[in-house]
């Protein structure tokens, strides 16, 4: 019984080198299953690959950890960003509603004591409003931009879009990609230890 490698397609253009790998981004290993990508990249971060990544139609539970992918720091700088907002209404509201000074910031703006039927000047039920609000809208703002920031997005060109032969990601297929920047790429033994993991076939990308 035999048993057949998996088809390699070479995705290049006319400007392009096959040979000496000019202009060689990286190389991809589809595969037809949750399973498939899954044991991929776990044994693709046991040889010591840092610079890899996995496009799957859906999340696959459990990848993130397969692949070794950190926690995020983005729930720390929104809870920041939240402390920010309560700060800032607190002191919108103290400064306007219960102290009495000027300031100059490119023009006077003048703090004042509002008194109100005898109503104390700091009172944290009437600050409770104002505080959330802000809070809230400073958190919100912050996760969007920052998760868009630290996803690199918006991102208009990537290597692995520009090929024909990976539309099906989006669909019904699983897609590894080791890039060719990593520390232990090597054209011949990256290709062969991504035979070595079955995949249906393996895609060269060019930048």
């Known amino acids: 019984m035999s048993v057949m490698s998996p088809e390699v397609v070479a995705d290049t253009d006319e400007n392009t080198d096959a040979a000496t790998g000019t202009g060689l981004w990286g190389l991809a290993a589809q595969f037809d299953s949750p399973a498939g990508i899954y044991e991929a990249a776990r044994k693709v971060r046991a ?19 397969a692949m070794g992918v950190k926690h995020t720091i983005l729930p720390v700088l929104v809870f920041f960003a939240g402390l920010t907002g ?17 300031l100059w910031a490119l023009v006077p703006v003048v703090g004042y004591e509002f008194n109100v039927s005898g109503k104390p000047l700091i009172s944290t039920p009437a ?36 090929s024909p032969k990976m539309k099906r990601i989006t669909d019904d297929r699983f897609v590894l990609v080791i890039e060719a920047r990593d520390p232990q790429f090597s054209r011949s033994s990256t290709e062969q230890f991504l035979q070595s993991l079955e995949p249906e076939r393996i895609v060269e990308l060019e930048h």
Do not use: R
């Not at 040889?47 to 539970?61: I, Q, R, T």
């Not at 919108?92 to 009495?100: G, H, I, R």
């Not at 703002?141 to 520009?162: G, I």
């Open 47 to 65: 040889a010591g690959y840092e610079w890899f990544d996995c496009l799957v139609p859906f999340p696959v539970h459990g990848l993130d950890k």
């Open 127 to 162: 600050f409770v409003p104002v505080a959330f609000e802000l809070t809230v809208l400073f958190a919100s703002l912050a996760t969007v931009f920052l998760m868009l920031a630290l996803n690199k997005l918006p991102c208009l060109y990537h290597p692995v879009l520009k």
């Open 86 to 102: 309560l700060c800032v209404a607190t002191f919108l509201q103290v400064f306007t509603n219960s102290v009495e000074i000027n």
